[in-house]
Each structure stands twice: as structure tokens, then as C-alpha cells.
């Protein structure tokens, strides 16, 4: 089991920037990959950027440029920079790891954002 939380959100002015975070606690040698998913109201679900054991990094082409997905030790603790930040980036942000050998996803609760002047 890996048990999540995120922190950082808020309200953040447009063009402005926030850093999430996201610290991982228990069975956390088994995570293969890190990633921070976001949700609009009647959106689905959407990845944002992702990071591997070996560190390579993946983004949403809607935020390249602008987040930086990084880790601090990243078992434990994983970053989202949002640089720049738009309106349209205003969601629920969750953090999700995937662990081997069996694939498991977890989720934290979510944290939100909100970009608005």
C-alpha cells in the first residue's frame, strides 16, 4: 500500500506560479512511476506530467514549458512547478503512483487550484 497526500494548492493569479507537492508514505520501493493528474469541473481525469524511477520526465502538451515535474528523493516526495500559470489550468491536481510488480495505481484526495484574477 502507498498512501498519498498532495499540498500547495490554492488561489493563484494568471501568469503567476504555485508548486505542488506530493509526499508518499509506506510501501514506497515499490513505486515505479510518480505522475499529477488534473480534473476540471466536466472534464475527465488528465495526466499533466509524469516521472520514472530512472527519471525520465513526460508532459501534456498543454503545459510544456510552463510545469516542471521534479522528485526530492522521489519515493518520498514528488513536485509540480506550474510557471505561468492560465485559467484554463484551474483544477483538481492529484497525485497518483504506480507500483510493480502488480501494476497498482494509487491516488491521493486531490488539492485545488485555481488560477483567477
Known amino acids: 500500500q502507498v498512501q498519498l497526500v498532495e499540498s500547495g494548492g490554492g488561489l493563484v493569479q494568471p501568469g503567476g506560479s504555485q508548486r505542488l507537492s506530493c509526499a508518499a508514505s509506506g510501501s514506497i520501493a515499490n513505486i515505479k512511476t510518480m505522475g499529477w493528474y488534473r480534473q476540471a469541473p466536466g472534464k475527465e481525469r488528465e495526466l499533466v506530467a509524469s516521472i520514472t524511477t530512472g527519471g525520465s520526465t513526460n508532459y501534456a502538451d498543454s503545459v510544456k514549458g510552463r510545469f516542471t515535474i521534479s522528485g526530492d528523493n522521489y519515493k518520498n516526495t514528488v513536485y509540480l512547478q506550474m510557471n505561468n500559470a492560465k485559467p484554463e489550468d484551474t483544477a483538481v491536481y492529484y497525485c497518483?503512483?504506480?507500483?510493480?510488480?502488480?501494476?497498482?495505481?494509487?491516488w491521493g484526495p486531490g488539492t485545488q487550484v485555481t488560477v483567477s484574477s
Open positions: 497518483e503512483a504506480e507500483t510493480i510488480p502488480f501494476l497498482r495505481t494509487y
